[in-house]
C-alpha cells in the first residue's frame, strides 16, 4: 500500500472505505473553517465523503494520482493531500490540500507537500508541480511559499465556491529547482 513517512510521527496513506466515520466526522468538526475556501464542505454528506472516497480509488485505479489521508502520531486523520490535474503527456500535476483547522501551525502539511513534490519529481519523473490558493487564504498560501515555489500569477474568479466565484494564486515548482525534501 502507498504510503509515506513525515517527520514527527505523521504520515500520508491511501484513504480507504473504512475511513468513512473518521474523515466525514473531521469534514462536520470543520464545516465553519473549511467553506470558505472549499465550496464542497458546507454541505459534504457522509456519502459525498464516500462517493470522495472511492473516487480516489478510481483516480489510482486509471494511473492518474493520487489523494492521501494525512496521519498524526495518534493514527487519527487530520487533513487530505493528493494530486489534481496530472497530466502525463505535459509531466506535469497540480498539488491541493486541506487541514483540519486544530492541526495547523506545526508545518505538517508543508512537509506533506514536499512529500508528494518528492515523489512527483524523483519517482513519476514529473517536471512541472502546481499549488493553487484563494488569495485570502493565507495559511494555504503559506506553503508553496515556505518550500519556494514561484508565484505566477493570479486566475481571476477561477474557481466557484458556494455562490461566489473567487480568485486562484497559482504558485509553480520546476524539477529543475526542486531540492529534495529528505523527509
Known amino acids: 500500500m502507498l504510503s509515506f513517512s513525515l517527520t514527527a510521527g505523521y504520515a500520508l496513506r491511501l484513504l480507504s472505505e473504512s475511513d468513512l466515520p473518521e474523515l466525514h466526522a473531521l469534514v462536520d ?9 472549499m465550496g464542497w464542505a458546507a454541505e459534504q454528506t457522509s456519502q459525498d465523503t ?12 486509471r494511473n492518474d494520482g493520487f489523494q492521501t489521508a494525512v496521519i498524526d502520531p495518534d493514527e ?20 491541493g490540500y486541506w487541514l483540519s483547522a486544530d492541526a495547523q501551525g506545526r508545518g505538517i502539511m508543508t512537509r506533506a507537500t514536499a512529500r508528494l ?3 512527483a519529481v524523483l519517482e ?13 487564504n493565507a495559511r494555504s498560501r503559506a506553503v508553496p511559499e515556505r ?13 466557484r465556491v458556494g455562490d461566489r466565484y473567487v480568485d486562484s494564486v497559482v504558485y509553480s515548482m520546476l ?5 529534495p525534501s529528505g523527509t
Request: hydrophobic residues 45%; aromatic residues 10%.
Open 175 to 179: 524539477a529543475r529547482d526542486w531540492t
Open 124 to 136: 513519476w519523473k514529473l517536471n512541472r508541480i502546481e499549488i493553487r490558493a484563494a488569495p485570502d
Open 147 to 159: 518550500l519556494g515555489f514561484v508565484l505566477e500569477g493570479t486566475l481571476r474568479e477561477a474557481e
Open 29 to 37: 468538526r470543520n464545516r465553519e473553517y473549511l467553506p470558505p475556501w
Open 76 to 95: 487519527a486523520i487530520v487533513g487530505v493531500i493528493g494530486f489534481h490535474a496530472l497530466s502525463w503527456r505535459d509531466r506535469s500535476a497540480e498539488i
Open 50 to 61: 464516500l462517493e470522495f472516497i472511492r473516487s480516489t480509488q478510481r483516480q489510482l485505479d
Open 117 to 119: 513534490v518528492d515523489h
